[in-house]
């Protein structure tokens, strides 16, 4: 009878044990997955980031950045009050879309996987600068080149994102 109940307790502590080891192994694991998946997401941002300042700042704080962040080149027409009116706004609206001033990550927007996502898209579909911009700048349309060099930026990047999520 006295046996009967020492095996039992021994079969519980053998079980116990074996339990409390393979949570501790799995928590240990995951913890260092973890690790793996933020220093990896880390590494991507510094290479899209390393990258944008190489090829796609200077088009951005040529093209972009009057309105997406940093300081307002006024133009001329800014001491009318209705031009006045429409260029706060816009400049307000676009920096609660996107700031540029910083670095990638940008500022202001979603995830930056969203963020290039949207830059791709409103660069292939020619909407910004808006039309009602350029039409008094006609030297602030993005060209060929820079249309070319923006999109090559943003689908290298989304890639290095898909990469990741694949692994
Ligand atoms: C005249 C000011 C102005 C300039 C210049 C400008 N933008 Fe914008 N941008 C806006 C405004 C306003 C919004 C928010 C409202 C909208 O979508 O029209 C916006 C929104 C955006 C968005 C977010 C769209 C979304 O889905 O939320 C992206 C991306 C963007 N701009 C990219 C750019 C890029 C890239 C350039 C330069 C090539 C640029 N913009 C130049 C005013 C501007």
Redesign the pocket.
């Known amino acids: 009878m006295q046996n009967k109940i020492l095996k039992f307790i021994l079969w519980n502590l053998i079980f116990l044990v074996i339990y409390k080891i393979s949570v501790a192994h799995e928590n240990h694991h995951h913890g260092k997955e973890e690790r793996k998946d933020a220093k990896n997401q880390g590494l991507i941002l510094g290479k899209v980031n390393n990258s944008y300042l190489n090829n796609i700042k200077t088009?951005?704080e040529r093209?972009?950045?009057?309105?997406?962040g940093g300081q307002t080149g006024y133009p001329w027409y800014y001491k009318f009050p209705f031009a006045k009116g429409l260029?706060d706004?816009?400049?307000a609206?676009?920096k609660?879309?996107?700031d540029?001033s910083k670095g990638f990550p940008f500022k202001g927007?979603g995830t930056p996987k969203e963020?290039l996502e949207?830059?791709s898209?409103?660069?292939s579909e020619g909407?910004?600068?808006?039309f009602?911009?350029?039409v008094l700048h006609w030297d602030?349309r993005?060209n060929e080149a820079?249309r070319k060099a923006?999109l090559k930026w943003t689908s290298e990047s989304l890639n290095e994102f898909s990469k990741e999520q694949k692994k």
């Open positions: 088009i951005f093209k972009c950045i009057n309105c997406h260029i706004s816009d400049v609206e676009a609660k879309h996107l540029f927007h963020d949207a830059i898209k409103v660069v909407t910004m600068p808006p009602r911009y350029w602030h993005i820079e923006i």
